[in-house]
């Protein structure tokens, strides 16, 4: 079993629609749980960071963080095709993890 | 501009040619790392340097060589090439080692061993 679950997709949406994203994990030790952001012929870059359970919002945004679940997720109001990419969880406690990455789509 | 840059961009190879991948970066950052790309494994280490003359294997290290020479630069090394290791692959740093530091990707290479 791996230590980060995330649903590769593709998830394909309309444009204005909210975006769900989420990862689900086995070890309790992770502390620091992030989203990064991986556009085609790119690299990933960091979206979201955060460390304690609950939500966090930038923007269009928002992260939030369930530790008893051991379950995390990624929301994107108001998609725009520019959203169009791959989201990578990666979880840390000393050693990070990545989940394998979700493709979304966003339709115009 | 910050920048992590990796080269070439794209590499077709034949087994058991010995290729070179380099990294560099601009940002003065001490940790460095190599990752590997696959469909359905996601992100996988390859090797990272906490500093320069330290390197350590990550979770995949078979079949791969890295140095740290000087700061700025980390490339990863295919002795002997194997169809195997066909992937894209990415070079990362980040200001510390910290596994809770942010981190800058490479582009990528995006490589083919036949």
């Known amino acids: ?108 | 501009e910050a920048q992590v840059t990796q080269n070439p961009r794209y590499l077709i190879t034949v087994t058991g040619k010995k290729l070179t991948v380099t990294c560099s970066q601009n940002m003065n950052h001490e940790y460095m790392s190599w990752y590997r790309q696959d469909p359905g494994l996601g992100l996988r280490q390859i090797y990272y340097s906490m500093n320069v003359e330290v390197t350590d294997k990550g979770d995949v290290p078979e079949g791969y060589k890295v140095s740290r020479k000087e700061k700025r630069n980390f490339p990863l090394i295919l002795e002997s090439p194997s169809p195997n290791q066909t992937s894209l692959y990415f070079c990362a740093s980040s200001l510390s080692s910290g596994t809770n530091e942010k981190l800058f990707f490479g582009s990528g290479t995006q490589l083919s061993v036949l």
Request: glycine share 8%; charged share 20%.
């Open chain 1, 1 to 108: 079993q791996k230590e980060v679950e995330q649903d590769p997709g593709p998830l394909s949406v309309p444009e204005g629609a909210i975006v769900s994203l989420n990862c689900t994990y086995s070890n309790s030790a992770f502390q620091y749980f992030m989203w990064y952001r991986q556009y085609s012929r790119k690299g990933p870059e960091l979206l979201m960071y955060t460390y304690s359970s609950g939500n966090k919002e930038d923007g269009r945004f928002t992260a939030q963080v369930d530790k008893s679940s051991k379950y995390i997720s990624l929301f994107i109001r108001d998609s725009q095709p520019s959203d169009s990419a791959t989201y990578l969880c990666a979880l840390s406690w000393g050693k990070l993890q990545f989940g394998a990455g979700t493709q979304v789509v966003v339709t115009p």
